[in-house]
Nanobody, 120 residues
Framework: QVQLVESGGGLVQAGGSLRLSCAAS????????MGWYRQAPGKQRELVAY???????NYADSVKGRFTISRANAKNTVYLQMNGLKPEDTGVYYC??????????????WGQGTQVTVSS
């Protein structure tokens, strides 16, 4: 089982920056994809960005050019640098880890979430 511990959420004014961190521990398979999802009030949870073990990345169109995801594999930690924050970025941000084991299935783990609030 993988445990995910998030930090870095908070309140920031529009145009500001915030850096989220997620540390993974437990029985971690060497190949995994870690990402950030968010859920705004009244909306479905959506993918913000993800990064593979090989550091391939993908971003939601709404955050491209503003957010950067990175990871430190030796620490099993993933980061999300958020710049140029907008009020619509407000929501609960969740760390996620996915591992596919051939012949077994997919393991999917979630952090407890951290609140990000961007004021106008």
């Amino acid at each position: 089982q993988v445990q995910l511990v998030e930090s870095g959420g908070g309140l920031v004014q529009a145009g500001g920056s915030l850096r989220l961190s997620c540390a993974a521990s437990g029985t971690i398979f060497r190949d995994n994809t870690m990402g950030w999802y968010r859920q705004a009030p009244g909306k479905q949870r959506e993918l913000v960005a993800y990064i593979t073990t090989g550091s391939s990345t993908n971003y939601a169109d709404s955050v491209k050019g503003r957010f950067t995801i990175s990871r430190a594999n030796a620490k099993n930690t993933v980061y999300l640098q958020m710049n140029g924050l907008k009020p619509e970025d407000t929501g609960v941000y969740y760390c996620n880890s996915k591992t596919h084991v051939a012949g077994v299935g997919t393991y999917d783990y979630w952090g407890q979430g951290t609140q990000v609030t961007v004021s106008s």
